[in-house]
């Protein structure tokens, strides 16, 4: 096992990921409300993820990833309300939007996917446990709340000041907090039960404090437990989540247990659109098809979200796609030199990506480095590139190329980028002026001939004329640039 560091957020430090305490890595990450559809800020947080459970693949963890989908809480009841559908039916159109939109950014399936409306029987069973030991208590209303001033170390992961909050029983409108989501300056006891009401309409289940539904931060914890169980290797999600949602998840669960629930935290910063918090109002609201609309392909989207690193602040722009397009060109056409190289035919690449370690890392060691020192994904891409050219501009032998192929492979499969998966230009009704034409061909003459230095004139040539060049394994394609 190659041992891969990450940033904890209690700690606050870069620790070593220890491995599976059961023999395999267990790791749990917040997926998505499902009352519409993921916007890329969502993805970003979730194509994070998916490149760690890649990374922790390839570096021999054996991980167990769960990933859950909220499919009750205030947005998705008000949805199907005002939809006139049953929940249920509701929620599995958006359920399935996010599938769809998951396979376009290739990210991997997790090994368990559990809907909260799915395991009500397990989060009755932790309410009734929390109100045995007196962490809990029934309120007049019939809800059930969490007793917050009973779990002495709340506020450990956010490194919330306790002291404020065990000052301030109710929220700021004089209340006990009823909704699902909060703001930290409104954090009261939190209902892990919520007792039926009118604009609940038909979603409710019955338990032993009367009809209602659980709470939002209650699934988490029930399921969690049921997958992973106590004290499980990793939880994750974006930045948002740390308080007080996973702080009410912490308080819960280990007061249901008297067990640590997780050994490592990691968090997702957000990102910004165009320099901006992502708005409807600004109109940087995108969705993963409002970018497949502008003509930007998944491949080039998830390439663009891997440029920033998870915890900094990352801006995403349209110029930064347009960048992305020409990169993932480049990686394919190294790609394709080095099969070349080594005889092989373009169909060939598939078994090159997967999670295997390669028999060396060569040129690309530095990238591996990379990779598990915090998930540093830019350093990654930037020493993948270096790599790759080193590759192709050496005149190595057929063993030299395939040795790596494999290396290449390998980081690829963890980055997740899919290459020469995009159309071929030539394929969609675009009239090429023949002088274009015309560079082309003496610019894939010259890529022939390996003088690389005239190829890539060419390209920029080409470039400035206003036209992209993809190449490809089985030759090259034309796009105007958008």
Not at 66 to 95: C, M, Y
Not at 178 to 187: A, F, G, I, W
Not at 345 to 358: C, K, N, Q, T
Not at 367 to 393: H, Q
């Amino acid at each position: 096992m190659d041992p891969v560091r990450l940033h904890d957020s209690m700690s606050r430090e870069v620790r070593e990921l220890p491995a599976g305490s059961s023999g395999r890595f267990r790791m749990y990450v917040c997926g998505p409300t499902v009352y519409g559809p993921a916007h890329i800020g969502n993805f970003l947080t979730f194509v994070r993820f998916d490149v760690l459970y890649r990374l922790l693949q390839l570096a021999g963890y054996q991980p167990l990833y769960v990933r859950n989908i909220t499919d009750v809480d205030d947005k998705t009841i008000k949805g199907a309300i005002s939809g006139g559908q049953p929940l249920e039916e509701f929620t599995r159109k958006w359920t399935e939007r996010f599938h769809e939109d998951c396979r376009a950014l290739n990210l991997l399936e997790p090994d368990v996917e559990p809907r909260a409306t799915g395991h009500i029987g397990e989060q009755i069973r932790m309410v009734e446990a929390l109100v045995e030991k007196d962490h809990a208590y029934v309120g007049g209303d019939g809800s059930v709340y969490y007793r917050v001033q009973s779990f002495a170390d709340y506020g450990k992961l956010s490194h919330f000041d306790p002291e404020a909050l065990r000052q301030q029983a109710t929220n700021s409108a004089g209340t006990v907090n009823l909704s699902d989501e909060y703001e930290r300056d409104s954090v009261a006891d939190f209902a892990l039960w919520k007792a039926r009401k009118e604009s609940d309409g038909p979603v409710f289940w019955e338990s032993p404090w009367g009809p209602g539904r659980p709470g939002w931060h209650l699934e988490c914890s029930a399921m969690s437990l049921k997958y992973l169980g106590s004290g499980f290797d990793l939880h994750g999600g974006g930045e948002d989540l740390c308080f007080p949602h996973h702080e009410n998840e912490i308080a819960q669960s280990e007061a249901a247990t008297g067990e640590a629930f997780a050994r490592h935290w990691m968090h997702s910063v957000h990102l910004l659109v165009e320099g901006k918090k992502m708005s409807k109002s600004l109109g940087n609201f995108y969705t993963l098809a409002d970018l497949v609309g502008k003509d930007f392909h998944p491949a080039e989207i998830r390439l663009a979200m891997l440029g920033g690193h998870y915890r900094q602040q990352f801006n995403f722009t349209l110029a930064g796609l347009e960048s992305s397009r020409s990169g993932l060109g480049k990686l394919e056409s190294a790609v394709a030199s080095l099969l070349d190289t080594a005889g092989l035919e373009p169909s060939d690449w598939s078994g090159f990506v997967g999670p295997r370690l390669p028999r060396e890392w060569g040129g690309f060691k530095n990238a591996w480095a990379a990779f598990r020192n915090d998930l540093n994904t830019p350093a990654v891409l930037g020493a993948l590139f270096n790599g790759l050219k080193k590759a192709r501009s050496s005149a190595g032998d057929a063993e030299s190329a395939r040795l790596s192929l494999e290396a290449a492979g390998a980081l690829v499969f963890a980055l997740g980028l899919e290459l020469f998966a995009r159309p071929r230009p030539e394929d969609q009704a675009v009239e090429i002026p023949g002088e274009i034409t015309r560079l082309a061909e003496l610019r894939w003459t010259a890529k022939k001939d390996r003088d690389f230095a005239e190829a890539d004139r060419l390209r920029d040539e080409l470039a400035g004329k206003g036209w992209l060049v993809l190449d490809r394994p089985d030759g090259y394609g034309l796009q105007p640039k958008s």
